[in-house]
């Protein structure tokens, strides 16, 4: 979990494939409307995020032996949709100068314009909702041998 740019999918995929887990990226259950609304430099608001959320938690149903998910839980109230499910969560932190350099960087319907909105609407977890890590001072895959051994 984390704001948008700070490496969810690059080491949700990377962990998934260490752990023998299905990974399910979480931008493909945006549905189109959300998708639009970002690349135009809307933010998104509650009321948008709740069909994807509850669309996540379907898709996380039907793996039973786990799967590793990438989704920004960027709110309590969000990551309590997901803990529907038994659900352990791994933040990945950076800073807004270091997301900025990575959304210009890439190519993807996340404008650069949403960065700020992505940190105005985050909730940081708490110490104990989450795993802590800092994507900054660490490699993607440095940050999955970490997490393989901590999960």
């Not at 509850?54 to 109230?77: I, N």
């Amino acid at each position: 979990m984390g704001v948008a740019g700070c490496g969810k999918s690059t080491v949700g995929a990377m962990l998934a494939e260490q752990l023998g887990l299905v990974y399910i990226e979480g931008d493909d259950y945006h549905p189109a409307a959300n998708r639009t609304k970002m690349a135009a430099g809307e933010a998104l608001t509650d009321a948008d995020r709740w069909p994807w959320l509850e669309a996540l938690v379907k898709a996380m149903a039907a793996q039973e032996a786990g799967c590793v998910v990438s989704c920004s839980a960027l709110k309590r109230s969000y990551r309590d949709v997901l803990r529907q499910l038994e659900t352990r969560f791994v933040f990945l932190d950076v800073s807004a100068r270091t997301v900025l350099e990575r959304v210009r960087q890439r190519d993807h319907f996340f404008p650069e314009s949403l960065v700020a909105s992505q940190f105005e609407t985050l909730e940081p977890p708490a110490e104990m909702e989450a795993l802590r890590v800092d994507a900054e001072a660490l490699s993607p895959a440095a940050i999955c041998r970490s997490l393989a051994k901590q999960l």
